[in-house]
């Protein structure tokens, strides 16, 4: 799509990043897909972005590695800014803090956290001078009221939210608007191997969501129908936390 604004989507190659990625496409949006080192899950993706008729350019990196978000972002942003930031890049190595290495705890912080950091600062410039943009971070129901054997996972995502909270209140001014989407239990690779009979009681819909559920609330409030929503949690976790 020629003049397409552009939406930039960390951890995009699959499950939620990728739900989220066609969401936008079909709302009219070229994609900046990024991923880590799923080449094959990447490029089956930007095919349906194409065939949507969205362009889309992969950009292989580590979003917890400044260096690489620096040389793969620099040189494009200083020709297009994206209207669109989605922090989507996250990881999970769940086991009980008594157990707990402190590579599980620092390699999740890391992804979640520092790549916030690196990625939004990077991009936060342009839309500031553009005067416009928003930033959607996909944060956890495990931040909002923890869950055991996440106690690493929990504290990013309990971060991300009091980030997206802070930082809303620092660019409102510039019409750039900061929000937060929390899935609950959605059926993805994070997810696969988890045990449905025990969880399933504790989610008043009685099931999984999908990644398209949460793709729907990213494409609203990249929206112009959530122009005056800032600094807010979105839960889309079928009334399992209330």
């Known amino acids: 799509m020629e003049n397409a604004k ?11 990043g990728a739900a989220i990625a066609l969401s936008l496409a079909q709302d009219g949006f070229n994609i900046w897909l990024n991923y ?46 994206p209207y669109v930031l989605v922090n989507n890049a996250g990881l999970n190595k769940d086991t009980l803090m008594v157990w707990m290495s402190q590579e599980e705890w620092g390699d999740v912080l ?76 959605i059926e993805s690779e994070m997810t696969k191997d988890i045990l449905k009979e025990k969880i399933l009681p504790m989610i008043p819909l009685g099931r999984f969501g999908k990644p398209e559920d949460v793709a729907g609330m990213v494409s609203f409030l990249c929206s112009e129908r959530a122009s005056y929503i800032t600094g807010q949690i979105f839960s889309v976790n079928g009334g399992t936390y209330m």
């Open 6 to 16: 552009i939406a930039l989507i960390t951890g995009g190659s699959r499950g939620i």
């Open 36 to 81: 880590r080192q799923d080449h094959k899950a990447a490029a089956n993706v930007a095919v349906m972005l194409e065939k949507i008729g969205a362009k889309c350019r992969l950009l292989p990196f580590d979003v917890s590695k400044i260096e690489a978000v620096r040389e793969q972002l620099g040189p494009l942003l200083e020709e297009e800014v």
């Open 110 to 185: 890391s992804v979640t956290l520092n790549g916030f950091f690196y990625v939004t600062k990077i991009v936060l410039n342009g839309m500031l001078r553009k005067r416009q943009g928003r930033i959607i971070n996909i944060v956890s129901t495990s931040g909002q009221s923890g869950l055991p054997g996440q106690v690493n996972y929990s504290a990013a995502k309990a971060g991300l939210i009091g980030a997206t909270k802070s930082l809303a209140k620092e660019v409102a001014k510039r019409n750039v608007l900061v929000n937060a989407v929390s899935p609950g239990f």
